[in-house]
């Protein structure tokens, strides 16, 4: 029997799934978590391993083929390891990535690999410790140390994310592809999106990834790749290889790509269990009443309402105000 299809409205196909299983976080990154956020203090909405197992069981079973664990900080929360281990045992699971800061990466590197983890994806907002610093409150020595231990782990694709913000990380473009590039990771830069505040996002702020592909392109010829063909791809990033340094480079341009959400293939599940079908879109349904009090078909139910309200686009480019910062919806 053929694996299930999930279909949004417009007719894209949906199989990823991110799950976040906390808001909290061990940094305060300028982008994704507002000053004196504590958002985590309501521990009664947060879900449940059990819960969290649950929901993924659930959705491979309706056609979700790829999963990432999100927060927060998902490291931060205990048990981790064994969540993940139980999510890739599930039937129809065949990728299972996780999202970090890499700042506890160093000593849960190997033990998630061995749970069957497939993937990370590392924060790396800059290599200079002070403009590190500045971003996101932590210290770059920690997340380079965890990147080594995921490569001494033998992850299958370690992706390296790097979001961009004029006037404080742009002269780290360069050494950030050479970096990535040295340990033949992905290097991803993603454009400023409004996640916490709206006002986090100006023109003075703002750096387009058109301007930073002229950077590359001041240093080396870009060609684009196929993700398929380089096994890099499941979401609406596109992918560049650059011929001399080798580095494999992508780009995700939510606000300057007109064409940005026809990639889109994913949904997202919050720490406190709102299904929300679009980043850029403040529209959640709320799992916790039938993953608390009712069958396996009233959360199914609640996924297809959701899939059916997917919207055909974001809405970054327009008068978008955040209803919670991105450590509660999940990276």
């Not at 949004?8 to 976080?25: E, F, H, K, N, Q």
């Not at 780290?172 to 400023?192: D, G, K, Q, T």
Request: with cysteine; proline share 6%; glycine share 10%.
């Amino acid at each position: 029997m053929p694996a299930p299809t999930l279909a949004a409205p417009d007719g894209r196909v949906v199989d990823y799934l991110r799950i976040s299983i906390t808001d909290r976080c061990n940094e305060r990154c300028l982008y994704c978590m507002p000053e004196g956020y504590k958002g985590w203090q309501s521990r009664a909405d947060t879900l449940t391993d059990d819960e969290i197992v649950r929901v993924a069981r659930l959705a491979a079973g309706l056609g979700f083929r790829k999963f990432r664990v999100t927060g927060g900080e998902p490291l931060v929360r205990k048990g981790v390891v064994d969540i993940i281990g139980r999510i890739w045992e599930l039937p129809g699971v065949e990728m299972i990535g996780l999202s970090t800061n890499g700042i506890m990466l160093e000593k849960l590197a190997a033990p998630m690999r061995q749970a069957g983890l497939t993937g990370v994806n590392v924060s790396l907002d800059a290599l200079d410790p002070t403009i590190y610093h500045r971003v996101t409150g932590g210290d770059v020595s920690r997340v380079l140390a965890g990147i080594e231990a995921a490569r001494a782990a033998g992850f299958e694709r370690i992706k390296l994310n790097c979001v961009l913000m004029r006037g404080v990380n742009e002269q780290e473009i360069w050494p950030l592809v050479e970096y990535a590039a040295a340990r033949s990771c992905p290097m991803r830069f993603i454009e400023l999106m409004p996640l916490t505040r709206r006002d986090v996002l100006n023109e003075s702020n703002f750096f387009p990834i058109a301007e930073m592909m002229e950077i590359l392109r001041a240093h080396d010829e870009l060609t684009p790749v196929e993700k398929e063909k380089e096994q890099i791809g499941n979401g609406p990033a596109r992918y560049y290889r650059l011929k001399h340094t080798g580095a494999l480079v992508g780009v995700i341009g939510a606000l300057t790509e007109a064409c940005f959400c026809e990639r889109c293939n994913k949904m997202r599940v919050t720490a406190d269990g709102k299904l929300r079908p679009c980043l850029g879109d403040a529209l959640e349904f709320d799992l916790l009443p039938a993953l608390r009090g009712g069958s396996d078909e009233d959360v199914i139910a609640v996924f297809q309402n959701a899939l059916a309200r997917k919207p055909l686009a974001h809405g970054f480019r327009d008068v978008y105000q955040p209803a919670r910062p991105m450590t509660a919806i999940g990276g």
